[in-house]
């Protein structure tokens, strides 16, 4: 989920097991939905969207789940791989206005054990 | 090899002092953006540009400029009158594609006041 002050939340999990890691977003009129990793001093990379006129979406190892009811975003990551430790963001987007602009979560840092 | 180009990466100012921060990009993506990263924290937008000539404040401006003299580029200073400067710097461009504005980020620049 999303943090509340400096604290980033956090999800451990062992290699081979399955992540999620969620997002509550803030603005209902919000209609296009990226998740970002970032690994430690990198810029954050890609790793899949959704509009909102979808509930799901899959792409390699990843899946993304929009609940538009509860303005609930979250990322699914299976079998999860050393390499996938990184901070991950969700970010927001209305479509039609600021042509472009993202708002950002805080992120959440997953940590994955061999 | 296309992508999002930034530097230097480390950048170290002193007190009083403007920087300049560069950012460039061989996509051909019309818009460019200006983020702000501190730890534990978001991305915070400073700046963003739709068009060459054409650029936008974004929530954190004060004590930074840019200009969008060419497409591929969009430098950002740091001025004297930003008064806690230290964070991460990021980058980045984007297409309209379908109605979705995917962002994709450069690298990052580090900055530290001396």
């Known amino acids: 989920g999303e943090s509340v002050g400096l604290h980033l939340p956090t999800l451990s999990v062992q290699e081979g097991d399955n992540s999620i890691i969620n997002c509550a977003y803030s603005n209902s009129a919000s209609d296009y939905f990226i998740w970002y990793k970032q690994e430690s001093g990198k810029g954050p990379q890609f790793i899949i969207d959704?509009?909102?006129?979808?509930d799901k979406r899959q792409g390699q190892r990843v899946t993304v789940l929009l609940n538009k009811t509860v303005k609930h975003l979250s990322l699914q990551i299976a079998a999860t791989q050393p390499g996938d430790s990184a901070v991950y963001f969700c970010a927001e987007n209305i479509d039609g206005t600021s042509y472009g602009k993202l708002t950002f979560g805080q992120g959440t840092i997953l940590t994955v054990h061999p | 090899d296309g992508g999002i180009t930034q530097s230097p990466k480390y950048l170290f100012r002193k007190e009083g002092q403007n920087v300049t921060l560069s950012c460039e990009q061989n996509?051909?993506?019309?818009?460019m953006y200006w983020y702000r990263q501190d730890p534990g924290q978001g991305l915070r937008l400073i700046y963003y540009?739709?068009?060459?000539?054409?650029?936008q404040k974004g929530d954190i401006a004060e004590g930074y400029s840019v200009s969008r003299e060419k497409k591929e580029s969009f430098p950002l200073t740091v001025t004297s009158a930003q008064k806690n400067p230290t964070a991460f710097y990021l980058c980045a461009s984007s297409i309209r594609d379908r109605k979705k504005e995917t962002q994709y980020f450069g690298p990052g620049t580090r900055l530290l006041v001396l």
């Open positions: 996509l051909n993506h019309d818009a």
């Open positions: 959704i509009r909102s006129n979808m």
């Open positions: 540009s739709q068009i060459v000539n054409d650029f």
